[in-house]
């Protein structure tokens, strides 16, 4: 088993700047990567960015060159540094974390821009 808590969002104005932490407990060296996503009211979830236990990232189209996934060292904690953030990126975040075909989630975290 594997508990998330993801913290660090909160309000902020159009083109401002957020981190969002995530930190793992339990059976975490079983964990080969881990994720961020978000879910917009009325809207389905969504991957935002991802990296693998051996450090590739991959991240969605709407927030490459904004948004930076990292990690302190080996898998724990994993960050979501968010730049030049628009309203539309007001969602509530959630962190991952994939262990073989499981994937486990955080509660999540809000994350409102305003314009």
């Known amino acids: 088993q594997v508990q998330l808590v993801e913290s660090g969002g909160g309000l902020v104005q159009a083109g401002g700047s957020l981190r969002l932490s995530c930190a793992a407990s339990g059976s975490i060296f079983r964990i080969n990567g881990m994720g961020w996503y978000r879910q917009a009211p009325g809207k389905q979830r969504e991957l935002v960015a991802t990296?693998?236990?051996?450090?590739?990232?991959n991240y969605a189209d709407s927030v490459k060159g904004r948004f930076t996934i990292s990690r302190d060292n080996a898998k724990n904690p994993v960050y979501l540094q968010m730049n030049s953030l628009k309203p539309e990126d007001t969602a509530v975040y959630y962190c991952?974390?994939?262990?073989?075909?499981?994937?486990?989630w955080g509660q999540g975290t809000q994350v409102t821009v305003s314009s």
């Open positions: 991952a974390a994939y262990q073989n075909t499981r994937t486990y």
């Open positions: 990296i693998t236990s051996g450090g590739s990232t």
